[in-house]
């Protein structure tokens, strides 16, 4: 018996992984001119507050970034450095979970950090690193600060049905 609860727990971990990872793909590509380039609104970034929710969300926000860029034609270091960016805010969302409205800034942080340079180096946009991380940081305010919050909101309410035995 403790085993199959073990596999349940398991199977619940991948399902909503799995799940996360398939939204935020959804959402990116559907909005997908307004999800890439220099000045960039990724709504599938609102996703970011999930790991205050559930420790899937960090493996399927990765690798729903991993999959939107490379569904979308996104050039290898984009595909790699960009994911990173989505992987290490995740981490730490995850880790300020007990804080709520916390969770919103180091996905922020990590992609004004990481996606400017990939923007300039990678695509090579002319624009100089710290502009391109405004128009980053604009972009990821209001998607995960703005949007990201109403979501976390809305969520709460819920998560003990939604998230059911991995809520922290």
Not at 9 to 26: E, G
Not at 106 to 127: A, E, F, K, Q, R
């Amino acid at each position: 018996m403790k085993k199959r609860k073990v596999s349940s727990r398991t199977t619940l971990f991948m399902v909503q992984s799995a799940l996360i990872a398939a939204v935020y793909v959804a959402v990116t590509l559907a909005v997908a001119p307004i999800a890439f380039g220099p000045v960039q609104f990724r709504i599938s970034e609102a996703l970011a507050v999930l790991p205050c929710f559930t420790p899937a969300a960090v493996p399927g926000l990765f690798v729903g970034c991993l999959l939107a860029n490379s569904l979308a034609g996104s050039i290898v270091p984009d595909v790699v450095f960009g994911s990173l960016a989505t992987l290490i805010g995740a981490l730490a969302s995850y880790g300020l979970r007990k804080h709520k409205f916390l969770v919103c800034v180091p996905p922020i942080l990590s992609n004004v950090l990481i996606v400017p340079w990939v923007l300039h180096y990678g695509y090579g946009y002319p624009d100089a690193i710290p502009w391109l991380m405004l128009t980053v940081g604009i972009g990821e305010v209001l998607a995960v600060g703005g949007l990201g919050n109403l979501l976390l909101v809305a969520l709460d309410r819920y998560k003990n049905v939604i998230f059911r035995s991995s809520a922290v």
